[in-house]
């Protein structure tokens, strides 16, 4: 999961997402402003945007609908001390505002897994195959698996997300630190590692192609 901040602190950034990292498998970029937000989001593609509130309604209307146009899917926080704001960030369009516990990553964790609980799995287990997403380790009938790095982080992304298609760019811009750098080959190689070690084990593939929209996990 990709996740941006607007308007935090390094280090409190640094502390939420090694608060995160106990959730989810997560890249979180940081961007001072709303201005500079729009830098990332134009290029890449977020599941959670968490935005401490700056008082700009405007900005942050016109914002909150440039998001959600671009992924509709994509579900917006936001942090205030003004009690009386609540009403009208929703009203916005945004998916949940938290009042007072801004000075708390870990709380702020916990309420993003509220949000995202249908993307939070440590475990995934589908009759004999068994995703250890916090141990990185693959099982099926007793049988350990081998995947390492981002092969196995693929997996785990699309199997948290079944049924689900995604495209090559969703995958590297949810998996890779910088993905403006990262080439649509680099998915297919790690699919294929994918399909031929599972198939292996298996005996059947559980990662399908979706023709011209890309990679689904299906059992």
Partial sequence: MRILTV???DEYVKELEKEL???FICIVDNAKDIYDATNFTDFR??????????????????YVNEVKKKKSETKIMILTSN??????????????????????PDLIAARVL??????????????????????????YDEKIV???????????????????????DEIINALWEEPEYVSDNT???????????????????VIHTVRRRGYKFSY
Wanted: aromatic share 10%.
């Fill in 7 to 9: 308007g935090f602190g």
């Fill in 21 to 23: 990292d106990n959730y």
């Fill in 45 to 62: 593609h977020y599941e959670l945007v968490i935005i401490v509130d700056e008082g700009v309604k405007y900005s942050l209307e016109r």
């Fill in 83 to 104: 009690l009386n704001q609540q009403a009208a960030f929703y009203a916005l369009g945004v998916d949940d505002v938290i009042y007072e516990h801004c000075e708390h």
């Fill in 114 to 139: 509220a949000n995202m609980r249908h993307l939070f799995g440590t475990q995934v287990t589908i009759e004999k195959l068994v995703i250890d997403i916090a141990n990185k380790k693959i099982e």
């Fill in 146 to 168: 081998s995947l390492n790095g981002k092969t196995f982080d693929i997996l785990a992304y699309l199997a948290l997300r079944k049924q689900r298609v995604f495209s090559k």
């Fill in 187 to 205: 998915v297919e190689v790690a699919i294929n590692q994918i399909r031929k070690r599972l198939k292996s084990i298996l005996g059947f593939q």
